[in-house]
């Protein structure tokens, strides 16, 4: 929660950018393609990266952002289409566990570990509202699939099904809404960007941008 505050002010930032780049004259990139490679947090790398503590259950885990390659190609001023394809880690230490088998007897599961892996690939297609030498300020659409595989280094009988209970693995169709993202322009060539979803891979990233044309 902490690091959400922390976005109120760099959004607040962006958003005095792009004040000020409303009299800058705008840019046509028609043509163009935008190479992005960025670090997002999403809201499962922050659920699955609580730990949890009880007398029956005791585990740390750790989540790794998010790491995304992009490319848009600008189909006319206003209007990309493009890719994005990401990769979140996430780890599991499994100190005590403790679950009903199938023979409705108790197990126990002590020093164990899982490692699993998110992958998202799918297109996107972006409105740039404006689009000035200075800043880009977008909006869009992204459908994609997600895919996960895992690794559970536990040798206790039926535990795998308990454990995607408490950290589900579901391979699904992911629709998100790019709700606000910002391209600041260092050069015509390099940008760096920050983007606020709402849907999968994740929820905020940023990242570094380069053009070409």
Avoid: C
Wanted: no cysteine; charged share 15%.
């Amino acid at each position: 929660m902490n690091f959400f505050k922390k976005l109120i002010p760099i959004a607040a930032l962006f958003l005095l950018f792009n004040f000020n780049a409303q009299s800058q004259k705008f840019v046509n990139e028609t043509g163009h393609i935008i190479f992005g490679l960025n670090a997002g947090f999403s809201a499962t790398g922050l659920i699955y990266g609580l730990d949890q503590n009880s007398d029956t259950i005791n585990y740390q885990a750790n989540s790794r952002p998010a790491i995304q390659a992009s490319v848009d190609y600008f189909t006319n001023n206003r209007f990309t289409i493009g890719f994005q394809a990401s990769m979140q880690n996430f780890e599991v230490l499994i100190r005590h566990w403790e679950f009903e088998n199938t023979s409705n007897q108790i197990s126990t599961v002590t020093d164990g570990s899982a490692k699993m892996n998110r992958f998202y690939f799918g297109t996107r297609m972006l409105l740039h509202y404006n689009n000035t030498e200075k800043l880009d300020v977008y909006s869009g659409l992204r459908i994609g699939a997600i895919h996960w595989r895992s690794n559970l280094n536990v040798k206790t009988a039926n535990f795998e099904e308990e454990f995607k209970n408490e950290f589900p693995q579901r391979n699904r169709i992911a629709i998100g809404i790019l709700a606000l993202g910002f391209r600041v322009k260092i050069n015509p060539q390099f940008a760096v960007n920050l983007d606020l979803n709402f849907g999968a891979p994740h929820v905020f990233s940023f990242g570094l941008n380069y053009s070409l044309e």
